[in-house]
């Protein structure tokens, strides 16, 4: 069934593991001897509970959450949480540092102005074509929270660590580098990522919350825009993404019973990263675009020697089977997003076509 499946090397939407695909398509039209698929069940019934639930709990366990987080499924996208953000924590006195370190800072800092709310950007890689991450960061005064992007996904640079903010609780935007690594989630008050980089297919983005964070949302807000709203319903307030929900609890079972846990997960990416950041440190040919230490294990960004061998290497490409490897429409360039459920043969063999494409061009 599955041998004209290329090597998919996507932003986002992105790959999602053969098996879990494979069990969406088996228990499609019979959910779990309900007779329905679980796009017909309706989200108040057992059925749906168990698959939330589960999904939740899963989240918990794999990042070592403690009771004080609430896992929450949201539409909107990150894209949503940008303007959520500021307007459920930055009520009147309030301030809050952002780091912009791309196209994806860049947005959730336009959309707090849009607001009129106080926020400051303390750091940024501007300066450089976003092609780092700042260190050494001054953090303002009694800021009710940082916020950061966790990787880069135009750019392909990526936190290594998160900043010493001295106290002050992180918002991350984790899109498209959640559960590909362990981190202690206590310096966080809040981080969210949409599924369709690392954890499912669109139209559901996952929001992990501290219960502080929640005692700071204010009433005179849209309810759809609060997130005690959903928190107070198990994301259940009005209709969830069911079946988005239920593929990112089949994502989250793969990654601990298939992987192995998030550990296994994280040693796996990292050599694949390594690998794919051989190949190109190697040649002289292909040139990474992040700054060492501050690359992406997530998204290797990188050039060739001009703009026309890089539109026949993404050609190329694609006729041996490797597709999305066009860097973003903002940057040029080339870009292969390796999220996990990307395996380590297709590194392999990318890394195989890379190296025969240089030999053939360089
Ligand atoms: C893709 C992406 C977004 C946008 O996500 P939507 O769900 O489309 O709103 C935001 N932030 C980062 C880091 C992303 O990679």
Same mark, same amino acid.
Not at 95 to 105: E, L, P, Q, R
Not at 323 to 333: D, E, T
């Given at each position: 069934?599955? !041998?004209?499946?290329?090597?998919?090397?996507?932003?986002?939407?992105?790959?999602?593991?053969?098996?879990?695909?494979?069990?969406?398509?088996?228990?499609?039209?019979?959910?779990?001897?309900?007779?329905?698929?679980?796009?017909?069940?309706?989200?108040?019934?057992?059925?749906? +509970?168990?698959?939330?639930?589960?999904?939740?709990?899963?989240?918990?366990?794999?990042?070592?959450?403690?009771?004080?987080?609430?896992?929450?499924?949201?539409?909107?996208?990150?894209?949503?949480?940008?303007?959520?953000?500021?307007?459920?924590?930055?009520?009147?006195?309030?301030?809050? !540092?952002?780091?912009?370190?791309?196209?994806?800072?860049?947005?959730?800092?336009?959309?707090?102005?849009?607001?009129?709310?106080?926020?400051?950007?303390?750091?940024?890689?501007?300066?450089?074509?976003?092609?780092?991450?700042?260190?050494?960061?001054?953090?303002?005064?009694?800021?009710?929270?940082?916020?950061?992007?966790?990787?880069?996904?135009?750019?392909?640079?990526?936190?290594?660590?998160?900043?010493?903010?001295?106290?002050?609780?992180?918002?991350? +935007?984790?899109?498209? !580098?959640?559960?590909?690594?362990?981190?202690?989630?206590?310096?966080?008050?809040?981080?969210?990522?949409?599924?369709?980089?690392?954890?499912?297919?669109?139209?559901?983005?996952?929001?992990?919350?501290?219960? !502080?964070?929640?005692?700071?949302?204010?009433?005179?807000?849209?309810?759809?825009?609060?997130?005690?709203?959903?928190?107070?319903?198990?994301?259940?307030?009005?209709?969830?993404?069911?079946?988005?929900?239920?593929?990112?609890?089949?994502?989250?079972?793969?990654?601990?019973?298939?992987?192995?846990?998030?550990?296994?997960?994280?040693?796996?990416?990292?050599?694949?990263?390594?690998?794919?950041?051989?190949?190109? +440190?190697?040649?002289?040919?292909?040139?990474?675009?992040?700054?060492?230490?501050?690359?992406?294990?997530?998204?290797?960004?990188?050039?060739?020697?001009?703009?026309?061998?890089?539109?026949?290497?993404?050609?190329?490409?694609?006729?041996?089977?490797?597709?999305?490897?066009?860097?973003?429409?903002?940057?040029?360039?080339?870009?292969?997003?390796?999220?996990?459920?990307?395996?380590?043969?297709?590194?392999?063999?990318?890394?195989?076509?890379?190296?025969?494409?240089?030999?053939?061009?360089?």
């Amino acid at each position: 069934m599955a !041998d004209n499946r290329i090597y998919n090397f996507n932003a986002g939407p992105a790959a999602l593991p053969l098996s879990v695909l494979e069990e969406i398509q088996d228990s499609f039209l019979d959910f779990r001897g309900s007779g329905m698929s679980i796009t017909e069940v309706s989200h108040r019934s057992k059925w749906f +509970d168990d698959v939330i639930n589960d999904a939740v709990e899963r989240i918990k366990r794999v990042l070592n959450l403690d009771d004080r987080f609430q896992v929450l499924f949201l539409q909107g996208g990150a894209s949503m949480q940008f303007c959520m953000i500021p307007m459920n924590f930055l009520t009147e006195g309030k301030h809050a !540092d952002y780091v912009n370190t791309g196209t994806w800072s860049a947005k959730a800092i336009k959309e707090a102005r849009i607001q009129g709310k106080t926020i400051q950007v303390v750091a940024s890689s501007e300066d450089k074509n976003f092609s780092y991450i700042p260190e050494n960061i001054a953090f303002s005064e009694g800021a009710a929270y940082v916020h950061v992007t966790s990787n880069n996904t135009i750019k392909g640079t990526q936190w290594a660590e998160f900043p010493d903010t001295g106290g002050v609780p992180l918002i991350a +935007d984790m899109s498209s !580098d959640i559960l590909s690594r362990t981190f202690d989630a206590d310096k966080f008050g809040l981080f969210y990522a949409g599924a369709q980089k690392n954890m499912g297919p669109a139209g559901v983005c996952t929001v992990i919350v501290r219960d !502080d964070f929640l005692k700071m949302v204010p009433e005179n807000i849209p309810t759809m825009l609060k997130y005690s709203t959903f928190a107070a319903k198990n994301s259940m307030f009005n209709t969830p993404p069911c079946f988005a929900v239920y593929a990112v609890q089949l994502v989250l079972k793969w990654l601990e019973e298939s992987v192995g846990g998030l550990e296994k997960m994280e040693a796996l990416n990292r050599e694949k990263a390594e690998m794919l950041y051989g190949v190109i +440190d190697e040649s002289g040919f292909y040139s990474g675009t992040a700054a060492q230490g501050s690359r992406s294990v997530m998204n290797v960004t990188f050039r060739l020697p001009d703009e026309d061998l890089e539109k026949s290497f993404i050609q190329k490409a694609l006729e041996n089977g490797f597709g999305g490897l066009k860097g973003h429409r903002s940057v040029g360039g080339c870009r292969a997003s390796i999220y996990n459920p990307t395996p380590l043969k297709a590194i392999g063999a990318l890394c195989d076509f890379m190296q025969a494409f240089e030999r053939k061009n360089g």
